[in-house]
C-alpha cells in the first residue's frame, strides 16, 4: 500500500530565505508524485506534479520538486520564500493505472517578517 | 471559468442525524472524488466517480456513508445516523480523467456533529 510522511508539522522561515519541504513515501513501483497547498478557508492547489522522466519538476509560484528514487524522496524547494507562501503543504502519491491519492499529514509554513 | 462548488460551506448536525453534502465539480470533468480531512486522520480519499463506470468506494469508513453522482455531474455524499467522529471538512475535486489529471478541489463542507 501506498503511504507519504511529511516529518515536519511547521517549519518556520523569514521572508526571503529559501524553504525545504520533507517528503517520504512508500510505494512498490514508480509512483506520480504530487505537491498541493492549501491556504487558510480554502481547497487544495496543485503545485507540481511528477510522473516520469526529468527528476528535478517545476511548479507554479517559483516551487520545485526533485524526485530521487533512492531516497524514496520529493521534496520541495523554494529559494526565496514571501510572505504569501504561508499556507500548509501537503505531498501525495499516487499508483499508475489507480484512481486515488494518498496525501500526507501536511506541513504547516509560517514566514516571519 | 468557474471552479468545483459545494454546499453547505458550513453545516452542524447533531449525533444520529443524517446529512447530505453537495458537489457540483467543473463542467466537462468526468472524475469526481470526495476526501475528508480531519485533525486525528489528515486527508484521507472517500470515493472515486469516473464516467459511467462503478465508483470506486475502497474509502468510505462505513456503510453509513454513501454517494451518488447523478448525470455524470452533481453527486452527493450522504452520511446516516452521524457520529462525533464523523466531524471533519469534507472536500470534493474533479478532474479530466484519472490520476494523471490534475484534480481541482472545492473549498469544503465542514461538518461539526455535536
Known amino acids: 500500500a501506498q503511504s507519504v510522511t511529511q516529518p515536519d508539522i511547521h517549519i518556520t522561515v523569514s521572508e526571503g530565505a529559501s524553504l525545504e519541504l520533507r517528503c517520504n513515501y512508500s510505494y512498490g513501483a514508480t509512483p506520480y508524485l504530487f505537491w498541493y497547498v492549501q491556504s487558510p478557508g480554502q481547497g487544495l492547489q496543485l503545485l507540481l506534479k511528477?510522473?516520469?522522466?526529468?527528476?528535478l519538476v517545476q511548479g507554479i509560484k517559483g516551487f520545485e520538486a526533485e524526485f530521487k528514487r533512492s531516497q524514496s524522496s520529493f521534496n520541495l524547494r523554494k529559494p526565496s520564500v514571501h510572505w504569501s507562501d504561508a499556507a500548509e503543504y501537503f505531498c501525495a502519491v499516487g499508483a499508475r493505472y489507480g484512481n486515488k491519492l494518498v496525501f500526507g499529514a501536511g506541513t504547516i509554513l509560517r514566514v516571519k517578517s | 471559468g468557474a471552479g468545483v462548488s459545494q454546499s453547505p460551506s458550513n453545516k452542524v448536525t447533531e449525533k444520529g442525524k443524517d446529512v447530505e453534502l453537495r458537489c457540483d465539480p467543473i463542467s466537462g470533468h468526468t472524475a469526481l472524488y470526495w476526501y475528508r480531512q480531519s485533525l486525528g486522520q489528515g486527508l484521507e480519499f472517500l470515493i472515486y466517480f469516473q464516467g459511467n463506470s462503478a465508483p470506486d468506494k475502497s474509502g468510505l469508513p462505513s456503510d453509513r456513508f454513501s454517494a451518488e453522482r447523478t448525470g455524470g455531474s452533481v453527486s452527493t455524499l450522504t452520511i446516516q445516523r452521524t457520529q462525533q467522529e464523523d466531524s471533519a471538512v469534507y472536500l470534493c475535486a474533479s478532474s479530466l480523467g484519472g490520476i494523471s489529471y490534475e484534480q481541482y478541489f472545492g473549498p469544503g463542507t465542514r461538518l461539526t456533529v455535536t
Open positions: 511528477y510522473f516520469s522522466g526529468d527528476t
